[in-house]
Structure formats: C-alpha cells, structure tokens
C-alpha cells in the first residue's frame, strides 16, 4: 500500500460501452432494511434524465483544459471500497468497507509517507466529519462512533471516546414507554437510536451539533460537546436518506431515496424543534448526493437519472428553492458532489469526475471530464491548491487565476489526486 504517481492525464468524454452498463454486484448492503438495500442497489443504474428540466450547459460551452489539468497521483489502498474522504490539515482521512478510517499525507511528492490505520471498527465506514481533535464517523451497523484525534501525534491511533447513542442516553429512556417508537411491524425501539445504516453526518455552522441521516428515514440531531441526541425527526422521508446538507442560515437539507429533497427549519420556542419548510420534487429517481453553494444560495443535488439540478432562490422575493436548471453530460448515476469556490465536481458511476464552472447569470460550462478511475466514483472532496497557487511560475504560465486540487474516492479501493488551473474570469 501507498503513493505511486498516476499516469493518466485528464481524458475527453468517450463513450461507454456494453461492459459499462453492467450492474456492479458489489455494492450490495448487509442492511436489515429491503427498502434501503433497494435504494444502495439502484443509485448504479442509469435511470432516464430530465427533460423537462432546461440544460444549463448547452453544448457550445463545453470546454476541457488541457496542459494544466492532470491526476498528480494514485493513493493505493488495499482491497477495501472507498466511501467516504475528508480533509484534515495536511492529511487526507478516509473511510472504507472495512471499517478502517485511514489518514494519508496530502503532498503527493512524499512518498515516504503510506496510508496509516488510525480506526478500526467491525462495521464500514459510510461518512466522517472532523471537529478540532474529534472525529465522527457513521457506520453500517446503525452506530455513530466519535474518536479523539491527538494533535501532538496525528499518526497515531485515534482513541475511541464514544459510540452514539452513549449509554447514558440508552438508559435515561430506556423505562418510559413515551420514549419508544415502532421501527418496523411489531418491533419497538427508544427514538435515539437509529435501527438501519446510517448514511451521511453534517456540522452545524458552529460546530456545536451532529446532524445524522440514516436509511431509517429519520435524521437526528447531536450535541457535539457531550454527544447527546436532542431531537429525531421520525418519518421525514418515505424511504432511505442518502445525503444532508446544512446552509449557513440553519436550513437543514435532506435527500432521500424517495425522489425528494426537503428543507428543514428550527421552530422558534423552547423545544426548538424542527419542523419541514419545504419539499423539492423534480428528480425521477434516487437523490444521492447534496452540496450548498459557499454562501447557501444555491442548492446542487445528484440523483440516479444522471442529472445535477441546480435550485436557487426565487428571485420575487419569497425566498423558495426553485429549479434553475440541470448540468448534464455524466452517463449513469451521479454518486457524490463537492463545491469550492465557483465550481462544482461531480461524481459518478460512469467512473468520471466532472468540474463544473459557473459563469455569468445562470449558465454553467464543463471545464474538464477526469477519467482513470476503474470503478463508480463514490465520494469527492476539493479544495484550493494552496502550494501551486503561491508559485509565481503558474502566474506566468498561465496567467491570472487560481490552482485547485480534487480527491476522489472510488469503488476500485484507489484514491486519485486531480490538480487544475482555472484562469480568472
């Protein structure tokens, strides 16, 4: 296991070929949930698009950069499907069906540097949000375990401080009946608990709450300073939550198996309480991913029908998500999304990686198609390249603009690093 250069460069869109369509037989879940398996097993389909959603990229603005687009680099793992990736300073932590979270050096250029097992559990790893030396990782077997992260020695071991619900929260309902609820035909459950994978986890604004969505159809919220479940809002979707995303102002975002995207909203009071705001209804199939906009303007969703739909605020004033448009050109289910700065990277089953630009109103252009990966491209995190863009040889290479660098997770157990120039406007 380790670093090895890559040596593929950015490819143009090709097309794809019988094999491609296959369906992977390696995404199964081991979930109780039929509905759940169902909606993990259909985000690999290639379901049909939206045409009654206008394109936002016709195809006179598609673009590829060239020379100064390339895959730096290939993190080799081992035989584990990679789901899950986020930033943590100068390291990359990851999160994989075997349960691992592993902590790599971001620099491509050290290759003394090997992945370093910093967690094990006996269940895989489905998300991971880090908070100063804490880090939340999800898990397939319903549970949320939190780790302490030392700072002096990052590399080493990461000490489990807890597993969510905690056993205090167990026990405090565990003697009234108002704290059950039913979870399926004749089985009960205290509401803290989630009975089926949970799926994603996103921070509040100020750290201060864990927000849980789960195959359950619930999502929950969590203290972060004693890890205690505030509040489970049951039912919130009709099938399996798959994403959640949280704006700035306190809006929460949930999309779910059921097609549907909702809005969320803390109720003013003591309980505080949330309670639905509104339902977005546009995609055809399965929403698999979500990501807001820096300032939370404006919402990107991906779902199974190859479509990322672009939701802005109504302009007259109501301040309602509606449908800009859509960004099309993957060929099969778009699996994770990421936003830094004006661009959106989009990844999906078809293997690739897409970099979306926005330009002037609402028109957005592809800048570049990665391609390399063998397998669906499960989860992307970008950020600006803060090595190039402080190299005075890019400014004159190529001018005004800034350097960015995208990680990419996939079913093929490889991690690749992408790096490309984007030019000012």
């Not at 100063?132 to 397939?140: E, T, Y």
């Not at 619900?165 to 004749?186: G, I, Q």
Request: net charge positive; with cysteine; glycine share 6%.
């Amino acid at each position: 296991m380790g670093i090895i250069p890559c040596p593929l460069p950015c490819q143009s869109k090709k097309k794809s070929t019988d094999s491609d369509q296959s369906h992977p037989t390696y995404l199964h879940s081991d979930s109780s949930s039929s509905s759940s398996l169902k909606s993990s097993n259909s985000s690999l389909y290639s379901q049909p698009s939206l045409p009654s959603v206008p394109s936002l990229t016709p195809p006179s603005t598609h673009t590829e950069l060239s020379s100064n687009t390339y895959c730096a680099s290939t993190f080799k793992g081992n035989s584990s499907y990679i789901f899950c990736i986020s930033l943590s300073g100068k390291h990359l932590c990851t999160g994989n069906s075997d349960g691992e979270i592993l902590l790599w050096n971001r620099d491509p250029l050290n290759h003394s540097k090997e992945n370093i097992v910093v967690a094990q559990s006996s269940s895989s790893v489905k998300s991971i949000v880090i908070f100063g030396d804490k880090l939340f990782s999800a898990h397939q077997d319903h549970k949320i375990r939190v780790w302490k992260i030392d700072k002096d020695a990052p590399n080493q071991n990461y000490k489990c401080m807890a597993t969510l619900p905690t056993l205090n929260d167990r026990c405090m309902r565990l003697f009234s009946a108002k704290n059950y609820v039913e979870v399926r035909r004749n089985k009960k459950c205290t509401w803290v608990h989630h009975v089926d994978t949970v799926s994603a986890l996103a921070l509040s604004i100020d750290s201060s709450l864990l927000y849980s969505a789960s195959w359950d159809r619930t999502f929950k919220v969590w203290r972060t300073s004693d890890f205690k479940c505030l509040e489970s809002v049951l039912n919130a979707h009709d099938d399996a939550i798959n994403a959640i995303a949280l704006s700035k102002n306190g809006y929460v975002y949930t999309g779910s198996a059921d097609k549907k995207i909702k809005i969320w909203k803390k109720e003013e009071g003591e309980k505080k309480l949330h309670s639905l705001v509104a339902t977005l209804e546009k995609h055809k199939s399965a929403v698999n991913a979500l990501a807001l906009s820096s300032e939370g303007s404006v919402l990107y969703s991906g779902a199974c029908d190859r479509s990322i739909i672009v939701w802005e605020k109504d302009s007259g004033g109501s301040g309602k998500m509606v449908v800009a448009g859509a960004l099309r050109g993957h060929t099969k289910a778009i699996l994770c999304l990421a936003v830094v700065s004006n661009l959106v990277c989009s990844g999906s089953a078809d293997k690739t990686v897409r970099i979306w630009k926005r330009g002037i109103g609402k028109s957005y252009s592809c800048l570049s198609v990665f391609e390399g990966h063998t397998g669906p491209v499960k989860c992307l995190t970008a950020a600006l390249d803060s090595s190039n863009n402080s190299s005075s040889r890019n400014k004159d290479d190529f001018g005004s603009g800034n350097s960015y660098v995208v990680y990419s997770g996939s079913l093929d157990c490889d991690i690749k690093v992408w790096k490309f120039w984007v030019p000012s406007s």
